[in-house]
């Protein structure tokens, strides 16, 4: 499994509408991607947000990086102070739910 995490600093007070625009627009966008197995969006501390998206491999998870890339310049720009820092990765463990 590979792993995308982007860091964005954001403009203060427009977490909670990104989050939105992220949620209607972007989520849509990464499950469509060939190998997409999870997202998540996480409140990093003032002004920060952090993505985590999950695929199976490096080259989806890239064409991910490509995507995402298009779609903040897009649509959420003017929300963040430039675009986000990324890092990749291939997961060394990854440990699913517990099932009950």
């Given amino acids: 499994m590979f792993i995308v995490i982007r860091k964005y600093k954001v403009q203060r ?17 990464m499950r469509q991607m060939r190998g997409f197995r999870g997202y ?3 409140d990093g501390g003032p ?8 695929f199976d491999k490096a080259e989806e998870a890239l064409a991910s990086s490509e995507a995402a890339a298009d779609w903040v310049r897009d649509n959420v720009l003017e929300f963040t102070k430039g675009m986000p820092e990324v ?9 699913p739910e517990a099932q009950e």
């Fill in 13 to 29: 007070g427009t977490g909670p509408g990104l989050a939105e625009r992220v949620q209607q627009g972007f989520v849509p966008l």
């Fill in 40 to 42: 998540h969006l996480l």
């Fill in 47 to 54: 002004d920060i947000l952090v993505s985590v998206t999950m």
């Fill in 87 to 95: 890092t990749v990765g291939n997961a060394l463990i990854s440990e």
